[in-house]
């Protein structure tokens, strides 16, 4: 089992930065990649980025595209998400995940931290 802890939420200005944060911990050496992602209210659950243990493999979202960029330590079995030029619609609870495989489902999850984007 894997436990991801996310930090770094906070409230922002519309143009700001921000930098979330999620260390994992217990069975690391079973995940393939990890990944970002989003829900605002009233709203579905958004991938945001995702990335390989290793660093090597990257995808984003469009929205997240040329703003947002994923990045994985691993000595710290930390992953980041470094966010700039953030816009009010950015706003939403972010969540980091975990799996196994290439192309299996996210099976661990963080409990979440909060991003408010002020306009």
């Known amino acids: 089992q894997v436990q991801l802890v996310e930090s770094g939420g906070g409230l922002v200005q519309t143009g700001g930065s921000l930098r979330l944060s999620c260390a994992a911990s217990?069975?690391?050496?079973?995940?393939?990649?990890m990944a970002w992602f989003r829900q605002a209210p009233g709203k579905e659950r958004e991938f945001v980025a995702s990335?390989?243990?290793?660093?090597?493999?990257?995808s984003y979202a469009d929205s997240a595209k040329g703003r947002f960029s994923i990045s994985i330590d691993n000595a710290k079995n930390t992953l980041y998400l470094q966010m700039n030029s953030l816009k009010p619609e950015d706003t939403a609870e972010y969540y980091c995940?975990?799996?196994?495989?290439?192309?299996?489902?996210?099976?661990?999850w963080g409990q979440g931290t909060q991003v408010t984007v002020s306009s």
């Open positions: 990335i390989s243990w290793r660093g090597r493999l990257t």
């Open positions: 995940a975990a799996r196994s495989t290439p192309t299996g489902t996210y099976g661990s």
């Open positions: 217990g069975r690391t050496f079973s995940i393939y990649g």
